[in-house]
């Protein structure tokens, strides 16, 4: 069974960081995408970063380039959002998910592209 269960948010004042982990059971991170995506109250889901199986390449959208960077431990089965120089504008729900598929897609994320997702994690930037 897919499970994908994201930790790691909180309450932080504006140009902090905070790091978003999501743990993997029921698959390896060797053979599959997974992606973070964030809502925030009243707007749609927006794509954040992919990491491909294998860590083989990366995605970030580009709003958040050089401020967010994934990762993953493939040991641990655990992947990796590094949030830094927060805005409240990122204040949001983080959600990661996996695409049924190893690579991320070309042309970004789009959540129709992932099937199984996580709780999520509550992000609040806020002095």
């Known amino acids: 069974q897919v499970q994908l269960v994201e930790s790691g948010g909180g309450l932080v004042q504006p140009g902090g960081s905070l790091r978003l982990s999501c743990a993997a059971s029921g698959f390896s991170l060797d053979d599959y995408a997974v992606g973070w995506?964030?809502?925030?109250?009243?707007?749609?889901?927006?794509?954040?970063?992919?990491?491909s199986g294998s860590a083989?390449?990366?995605?970030?959208?580009?709003?958040?380039?050089?401020?967010?960077?994934?990762?993953?431990?493939?040991?641990?089965?655990?992947?990796?959002?590094e949030l830094n120089s927060l805005e409240p504008e990122d204040t949001a729900i983080y959600y990661c998910a996996r695409r049924d598929l190893k690579f991320c897609a070309w042309y970004g994320l789009r959540a129709a592209d992932f099937r199984s997702w996580g709780q999520g994690t509550q992000v609040t930037v806020s002095s």
């Open 56 to 81: 083989l390449s990366t995605y970030h959208a580009d709003s958040m380039k050089g401020r967010f960077t994934i990762s993953a431990d493939n040991a641990k089965n655990t992947v990796y959002l």
């Open 37 to 51: 995506f964030r809502q925030a109250p009243g707007k749609e889901r927006e794509g954040v970063s992919c990491i």
